[in-house]
């Protein structure tokens, strides 16, 4: 599903009247406005015929409203431009522009940690969702899960979530105080699909599924520039049941008034309409509407409100940039015969998005505040719980920290059941239910979460191709259906990794098996024994050895790493844990469909690294100076390789790092480039060099004297105990081809940044640290 933007952010600036236009028109909104606040904004002719005027408001070339004035409020801070566009009877027309600079709300905590999982009405995880939290864009890896560190937190977070075949998802989560992480659940529905119609005569679109239907003039549409459509439009559909919806109902039904006011809804039917032509949103244009029509599956409001034929109900659109619906207009119920409550409700509409008939209580309105207790006390400062409150057709989720949260506007006389979570303190999970009935006015609630007793399951990876099978080493998430995580790697010895479980839970554990995904879920109800997973990917496989020889000595072997990519535009990685056996050798995977492997071997012989990431439920992959590289054509060859490496004692140099008295410098972080070459060494002197033979250690090989002699480099080291703030930098560096040596003289300084010959400034950041300066290493 394409990603939908409906952004309404207004800031009074410059209003530019665009000449040549009949109609002289004026935008007026707040002198300021800050993120996530409500405020509102109107048009106004000032000179022309005022008679049959239709409106048009699009933000960033987006339409978002119809209306002559609305509400609205902002996610996101910064410059954006909102546009009007005013027609009247005769065809005349007017247009205005605002430029807008939304101000930032306050930060309660720079460096907040967000974790999102995304999940599908059953509770299963839906991965490759694109996740966007107050304007900063992630995506949800194999489990579901996206992890967003240090970014700000705003005492509104809004989450958004689109990926095609589902209807955006987005949500408002309110804080107070400044908790260190959270944890939230978006539930997404999946999208109706497409059906073609053309556009060039009038058309009515029918689903059976709740005789849902829209019925539309000819030549209705418009593309994004706004030029009429001609031909063929694809219309997805997706009319929602609201006995179903639970978790799923967009926002979880929060919306913004006509007068500006957040209020939570009592929804009566909704409906998702995507029309594209050629894969390009489209719109209505301006002046043209449709009719818009669905069952009515239950006369009764979930506060006890009986519908009747002739009853009019507010109409609102879902705008998942703010996590809210916008109210626009009425619609109605009208009788039915197909409906089995005998009636339907209807609307007509100038725009198109997630339409939703609700209304909300204006006079008895009920509200309640929310709070987590863990074993009788309360949160601490950084610790915040996940609580899923639902009602009926009402479905609420927060995340609750030590200060509590407020809800308004709902009715009274609806009975919740409150469900938390709380699964970051350490391992251990709490959790809590209770349960209230609103009453006019305010009703305090308390849940109070205790520990959870768990199991812990096993998980070992395995990579074949149908005849032949390999035990290779993995990392992942084991994701509980209320909202456990678990993250694992596999041991280096044993290949296998181990997570935590709630028993009764339906666990779904999901793998990158060198590049490739694997996904079980396991109903735990239905296990007479341990949890144990064993998750294979059905891949090509390849085989590599390295070896090398001192001086025309025994071969030894050694483990090695790598990436593959193909020409199918895969990439993979293999790692020291991949290997085994005598001799020692490894097994990679690869697409079985690819012709071509392009695979760079690293290890330390080659001076040469790898680097890989799990980050944002993505995989990053980082080769580091220069591998060596080898090319295997699959019609012609087999993914067998083997490196083999003869070495001469006399190309090795030792490197060492000490202290101005000459003193030994731990932990010392090294990086040597040739003069017009890659990087030849990177890493951090004192550490096991696995990827290399056991006489090689703390050292790097030239190819020649003359080639040691142009290298040049730096270092750095940070020591936590060192009285002079743990920072050294090297402040000479020396080359001994007599005695094959490189050693760098290291000074205790607090900063971490210094000129390299040519008055350039280079900074190295100790491990954790972050320089001032842009990193040259």
Known sequence: MAIRQFTTVLLLAVVTLLTGCKLDVEITTPDSITQHEPFGYSAEVTRGDTDGLTYSWSLNGVVISNLAESQALVSTPGVHTLSVTVINEKDQEGEATVELNVLPAEVLNPEFDFTIRTADLTGLAIADVAITVNGTETQTDATG??????????????VTAAKDGYLDQSYRYEFSGSPESAAVVLTMTEQAAAVTFNNEAPATVNTE???????????????????PV?????????????????????GGGQALTENGEVVALVTTGMIDFEFTQNGEPL???QGATATIQMDLVSNIGADGRILTEGDTIEMWWFDPATGLWVEEGEGSVIASASSMTGLALEAEVTHFTTWNWDYYKEEDRASFVLNCTREGQLLAV????FVRVVG????????????????INLPPGVTFDVYADLIHTGSQIFRGTTSFTTVPGSVSVTVDLLPYPTDTGSVSCFITDGASTAQVACTGTATGDTGTYEVFSTDPGTLTGQFEYVSGELVTVAANIQGFGATQTVDTNLLAGPLNIQLTASVGLGSISCSATLDGADLEYFPCAGRITDDLAGEYVFTESDFSGTPLSGTFAYNDMASVLTVQVVNALNGSSIDIYDYDGNQYVYVNGTPDEVILDLNVDTADIDMVYDISSSDIYSISCVDTLGQPVDNCYVSIYGQFENRIFDGVLGEDQSLAPSWFTDSLIFADDTEAQNSFGWANSFDEDDPQGGRYYSIDYQVDVISKTVVFVMEGENLNCLPDGDGIVLCICPPGEECDIPVVN
């Open 145 to 158: 899960t996206a992890l967003l560190e240090d970014i700000p937190l705003n005492a509104v977070m809004v």
């Open 209 to 227: 599924e709740l005789s849902t239907s829209v019925s539309l003039p000819a030549g209705a549409f418009v593309d994004a520039d706004g030029n």
């Open 230 to 250: 001609t031909g063929d439009i694809d219309l997805a559909m997706t009319p929602i049941d609201i006995r179903q919806i639970g978790a799923a109902f967009p």
């Open 283 to 285: 719109q209505l244009a």
């Open 382 to 385: 950084d610790e915040s719980c």
């Open 392 to 407: 009926g057709t009402l479905n609420r989720s927060f995340t609750v920290d030590n200060g509590g949260v407020t809800a």
